[in-house]
């Protein structure tokens, strides 16, 4: 499952690491070339949620390899279309290819992981991997014909639909054992509140996404290879964070693992976008840190607030808040070509700590199948 989750999130990460290319081969616009962001964003945020429905009613696991197939084939032929608008709707396409795959995952992979925390620290480290690995393979991909080359992008695609059948195949019944099986009341206002949290987590992330390639190659004077190793930095931090949250979550308790990564957030996007020079790669991976900590956190408290719609928590939590991020790219393009890159990056400073306000308070959900009784007391200092 883990493997299969990085092929098809290479396909996340690839958008942003060909938005240089766009810029540079066809002469897009910040605005324009982050509005191919946007198009592998909005309908895949449309639709996620539905697909969440759809799952927590009847068994999809075919939906599995499809969207790992779908994803790869809107990105590989994003470079070789001939027009922006038929750019804008292969990446779509793929977005929504995106979205089949993440909520049917989610579910399984928690059955499979029984509810363990690192288990599904594994399974999103899997995602985060193939999100560090896109702006290498990008990289390597363009380095041999630029984005003609683009069709050479499909082949993790093919790779991931094969892992994700045999994943399938393998896990079997312990899938169909695990639908509606949990037991407890749904928490619309704390799963609300949540969510509204992980839109700021996604804005940041989006952005940051889309621009620090571009923005570091400014602030350092380098080349193609400087942005991309700020992306790579960006993604492969947070590779590492995520199997860190799962550990550090069944040590000091979910809620609070949250919390404090949104405070480290606040500070590392400060020092990456005023902090001149090369140290700007150190709070790059401090940002990663702080963003991609409480990832796999994000899931599963959603999961837990809502254990009759596992599907449905899957959807918003991996799926809907992530990909609202990308709305959000065009307004910051629009400004950067009305200023500058470092203007437009300024009000992601702002937004986690926006998040971490929403989390004071929230309680720490019950397990899969605990009682009510074993929730954590909201005036327990841990709690705020």
Same mark, same amino acid.
């Given at each position: ?84 608008? &038929?750019?804008? +709707? !292969? #990446?779509?396409? $793929?977005? %929504?290819? @995106? ?8 579910? *399984? ?84 509140? &949540?969510?509204? +949290? !992980? #839109?700021?987590? $996604?804005? %940041?992330? @989006? ?8 923005? *570091? ?106 990909? *609202? ?60």
């Amino acid at each position: 499952m883990s493997l299969g989750h990085a092929c098809v999130d290479v396909y996340q990460g690839a958008v942003a690491a060909l938005v240089p290319y766009f810029v540079a081969e066809r002469a897009y616009s910040y605005a324009a070339a982050s509005g191919v962001v946007l198009a592998a964003s909005l309908l895949s945020s449309l639709v996620q949620p539905l697909f969440g429905v759809l799952t927590d009613r009847w068994e999809m696991p075919w939906l599995l390899p499809l969207g790992a197939l779908t994803a790869g084939a809107g990105v590989a032929l994003s470079g070789v279309t001939g027009s922006y608008a &038929l750019t804008l +709707a !292969v #990446v779509a396409v $793929s977005g %929504v290819g @995106v979205a089949a795959y993440h909520p049917e995952a989610a579910r *399984v992979a928690r059955a499979v992981a029984q509810g363990r925390h690192t288990g599904m620290g594994w399974f999103s480290f899997g995602g985060n991997a193939g999100f560090a690995l896109a702006p290498l393979l990008v990289f390597a991909v363009m380095a041999t014909g630029g984005l003609r080359a683009s069709p050479l992008l499909v082949v993790p695609a093919l790779a991931g639909a094969a892992l994700c059948a045999a994943a399938v195949r393998s896990a079997g019944p312990g899938i169909r054992s695990s639908r509606g099986s949990a037991a407890g009341e749904d928490d619309w206002g704390s799963f609300l509140r &949540l969510s509204g +949290a !992980v #839109v700021c987590r $996604s804005v %940041v992330f @989006v952005g940051l996404s889309t621009f620090v390639s571009l923005y *570091v190659r400014e602030r350092t004077g380098g080349g193609a290879a400087a942005g991309t190793a700020a992306l790579f930095v960006l993604y492969a931090g947070g590779a590492v964070g995520t199997l860190a949250g799962g550990r550090l979550a069944e040590r000091y308790g979910r809620m609070a693992v949250v919390r404090r990564s949104y405070a480290l957030t606040v500070l590392a996007v400060a020092g990456l976008v005023l902090v001149p020079g090369p140290p700007v790669y150190l709070f790059v991976a401090l940002t990663s840190a702080g963003l991609y900590v409480p990832f796999s956190l994000h899931i599963t408290l959603g999961q837990d607030l809502l254990p009759r719609r596992v599907g449905t928590a899957s959807g918003v939590t991996l799926g809907l808040t992530v990909s *609202v991020g990308g709305l959000a790219a065009p307004a910051l393009g629009a400004l950067a070509d009305a200023t500058s890159l470092r203007t437009a990056l300024l009000p992601l400073i702002a937004l986690p700590a926006l998040g971490r306000l929403l989390l004071c308070g929230l309680r720490e959900p019950a397990p899969p199948g605990a009682p009510v009784s074993e929730r954590a007391d909201p005036h327990d200092p841990a709690a705020r």
